[in-house]
């Protein structure tokens, strides 16, 4: 079983009223020692309780796949050579990348 269906499981106990521990029993007695930690346990019961009741992982944001294509590559090549003064901050902007 995978992560998603033990959320959903998560969920079920939770909207019958069951505490994270109990949740944790039953899913130990029906699952051994695939069942969901009882910490990751207690962070679902925490989404349900603040109105988060999606069993889905949030988007992160972060870092993308990749940022590097050769038409930027080739446009920061240009915007270097016609003014090898330009700042990363101008360049960034025009081609659209985090200055970092």
């Known amino acids: 079983m995978d992560e998603r269906e033990f959320r959903v499981l998560i969920k079920r106990y939770?909207?019958?009223?069951?505490?994270?521990?109990?949740a944790k029993e039953k899913l130990d007695k029906h699952y051994g020692e695939s069942a969901s930690l009882i910490r990751m346990v207690c962070k679902w019961f925490q989404n349900f309780r603040s109105g988060h009741m999606s069993t889905s992982d949030t988007e992160h944001s972060g870092r993308p796949v990749e940022a590097t294509t050769p038409e930027i590559v080739d446009k920061i090549h240009d915007m270097v050579m016609d003014d090898g003064r330009a700042k990363v901050r101008e360049i960034?902007?025009?081609?659209?990348?985090?200055?970092?």
């Open 92 to 100: 960034a902007s025009a081609v659209g990348i985090s200055s970092e």
């Open 14 to 22: 939770f909207m019958k009223g069951k505490s994270p521990q109990e």
